[in-house]
């Protein structure tokens, strides 16, 4: 009989514990939505191949990639400045280090992996991870962003990018990138909108 009393003593000790655990896990839960904060960022991408300073260079190729029309299989490393205006000599904000690999054989389209890293403004020394599919001749594209560092931890969301101008002969690109960005604010910041022109 004694045994029976302490098995139920117990069943019902665990059974309220379970509740609590079950409890404070929601509200955790709950917390983290409310401190989830959407942010907005508008900058430029400036992407040069051709000398005397490249900020992007090819590393690797296949024996057939110059046979390409696409590329296809060409490693690409970049290192490019992220700046506030479109025009390369605007405040610069970060940079974007990277590679984008040639792996469409149809279309000119590449694998994008690359880290912007902020170097100015309320999200300095914090990072973005952004890893995709870019079709480069395309108008629009979108790419995810999959994490953060600093004061984007956690960070998820997308950047819509537009090929903002082109020079063929000089193998220079700008690219706008508007990103909406989505994370949890484990320390406090100032504003919604760190770069403006």
């Known amino acids: 009989m004694k045994r029976l009393l302490i098995i139920l003593l117990l069943l019902t000790l665990l059974s309220h514990i379970s509740t609590i655990i079950a409890d404070e896990t929601s509200e955790n839960h709950t917390k983290l939505l409310i401190r989830k904060r959407h942010i907005k960022l508008n900058f ?38 992220l700046t506030i ?33 902020f170097v100015q403004g309320e999200f300095k020394g914090s990072t973005l991870a952004v890893l995709g599919r870019n ?15 600093g004061l984007l931890r956690s960070a998820s969301g997308y950047c819509m990018l537009n090929t903002f101008d082109k020079e063929n002969a000089n193998h220079y690109a700008v690219v706008q990138y508007q990103c909406d960005v989505f994370y949890k604010r484990y320390l406090e910041s100032t504003t919604d909108f760190p770069f403006t022109n």
């Open 44 to 81: 430029f991408w400036h992407n040069r191949f051709s000398q005397p300073n490249p900020t992007a260079v090819v590393v690797a190729q296949s024996p057939t990639s110059n046979d390409s029309p696409t590329g296809f299989g060409t490693v690409n490393v970049f290192d490019d400045p």
């Open 135 to 149: 079709e480069l001749l395309s108008k629009v594209r979108e790419l995810p962003i999959v994490g953060g560092t």
């Open 85 to 117: 205006g479109s025009n390369e000599s605007s405040p610069l904000i970060g940079w974007s280090q990277g590679t984008y690999i040639m792996t469409d054989q149809n279309k000119y389209a590449a694998l994008m992996a690359m880290t912007l890293i």
